[in-house]
């Protein structure tokens, strides 16, 4: 997997994203990412976050979608 021992992921207000979307299974199974911070306007679709058992925190500037199953077995 991309990434495997990504543990903390940030994106800051400045940075400029291909899309708003967070893909479904994106971040799948990432299990040692432990802290997500996106300050964007994101959609996260089902399964992005899915089996990432580290995660402890996540926090986004605002989510205008959030899809079921999007932290699953987090």
Do not use: P, Y
């Amino acid at each position: 997997k991309k990434f495997a021992s990504l543990t903390n992921l940030i994106i800051s207000d400045e940075s400029v994203l291909e899309s708003s979307i967070i893909e479904s299974g994106q971040f799948k199974g990432m299990k040692n990412l432990v802290s997500v911070s996106i300050m964007q306007d994101v959609s996260l679709m089902s399964d992005c976050f899915n089996d990432c058992s580290s995660l402890k925190s996540a926090v986004f500037k605002s989510v205008n979608t959030l899809n079921e199953r999007t932290f699953k077995s987090c």
